[in-house]
């Protein structure tokens, strides 16, 4: 009969119980597929962050963001919806923190519109529920997007990226009218309030 050891970790080990070195290989391997993984995610935010650059999926026009209020394109007196020679709709818009301005727009249904928006601050988000219309709206950039509403009615418009302790509350509307009922004032524009 072989003598038993004396010492506790010389004795063999009991089934089930995976020796210290298959433990800390085990360990090792892992901590390297960590830390590879690590760097191929990092090396991916750098490389998509300089070679493609942020802005809305729909459009890359570039737009001063500071100046905006002080003339060209979205200026306020040129905000809201203007109708367009060939009878088509244009909306303007500025998203900033927390609100659109104008809070409300008035469209014409079965007209083809386009959405414009800009951001004054921060990146926003634009979306029209049950229509194709959904944008993020980044600052320095101009979204457009083109679509054209079946149905008379109201749709909310609610800011869909996170931008500030407001964002929840950042809620505009979009009211579509019979094409006859919309009627533009001498300069083409419409106003949302109730008539
Ligand atoms: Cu604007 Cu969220």
Request: aromatic share 6%.
């Amino acid at each position: 009969m072989a003598e038993q050891p004396t010492s506790p970790m010389l004795l063999p080990l009991a089934d089930g119980i995976v020796p210290q070195e298959v433990v800390a290989r085990t360990e090792k391997r892992w901590l390297t597929a960590m830390t590879v993984v690590l760097i191929l995610m990092m090396v991916v935010v750098v490389l998509t962050s300089t070679v493609g650059a942020l802005h809305p999926a729909s459009n890359v026009e570039v737009i001063q963001p500071l100046t905006l209020h002080l003339g060209g394109e979205f200026a306020e007196s040129n905000l809201g919806t203007a109708i367009e020679p060939d009878g088509s709709a244009t909306v303007r818009l500025i998203a900033e923190q927390y609100d659109f301005v104008p809070h409300c727009v008035q469209v014409p249904a079965q007209t083809p519109v386009k959405f414009r928006l800009t951001s004054a601050d921060v990146v926003h988000g634009f979306l029209l529920p049950n229509t194709n219309v959904n944008t993020m709206v980044v600052p320095g950039f101009v979204a457009e997007v083109r679509t054209q509403f079946r149905q008379v009615g109201e749709y909310n418009m609610p800011c869909h990226e996170f931008c500030g302790l407001g964002h929840s509350q950042m809620l505009a509307r979009v009211r579509v009218v019979p094409r006859d009922q919309f009627r533009p004032d001498s300069q083409g524009r419409v106003s949302c309030d109730p008539q």
